[in-house]
């Protein structure tokens, strides 16, 4: 099992700036992708950000520019830091972790963070 803690959320205003943190502890032995993905009230959980354990990283065309993902291997954590932010982009931020041992894959979820972007 692997546990994912979250640190970084909060209340912004618009333009503003936030960094979010996700520590993964426990069997993190063959975590390769680490990421984030959001969800607002009455839409679907969507993709934000994710990076490869060899650093290759994808973005959400709504963050592109404005959101920035990265890893700290030998800390087992993944950042994502947040610039000139909109008021679309609040929403429950979780993180998620996918890890391959042998010929299976799992992945894990973080308990989510909110961050709330004002005008």
């Known amino acids: 099992q692997v546990q994912l803690v979250e640190s970084g959320g909060g209340l912004v205003q618009a333009g503003g700036s936030l960094r979010l943190s996700c520590a993964a502890s426990?069997?993190?032995?063959?975590?390769?992708?680490m990421g984030w993905f959001r969800q607002s009230p009455g839409n679907q959980r969507e993709l934000v950000a994710t990076?490869?354990?060899?650093?290759?990283?994808d973005y959400a065309d709504s963050v592109k520019g404005r959101f920035t993902i990265s890893r700290d291997n030998a800390k087992n954590t993944v950042y994502l830091q947040m610039n000139n932010m909109k008021p679309e982009d609040t929403a429950v931020y979780y993180c998620?972790?996918?890890?391959?041992?042998?010929?299976?894959?799992?992945?894990?979820w973080g308990q989510g963070t909110l961050v709330n972007v004002s005008e």
């Open positions: 998620n972790v996918r890890r391959v041992v042998m010929i299976s894959s799992f992945e894990y």
């Open positions: 990076i490869s354990n060899g650093g290759t990283t």
């Open positions: 426990g069997s993190t032995f063959g975590i390769n992708r």
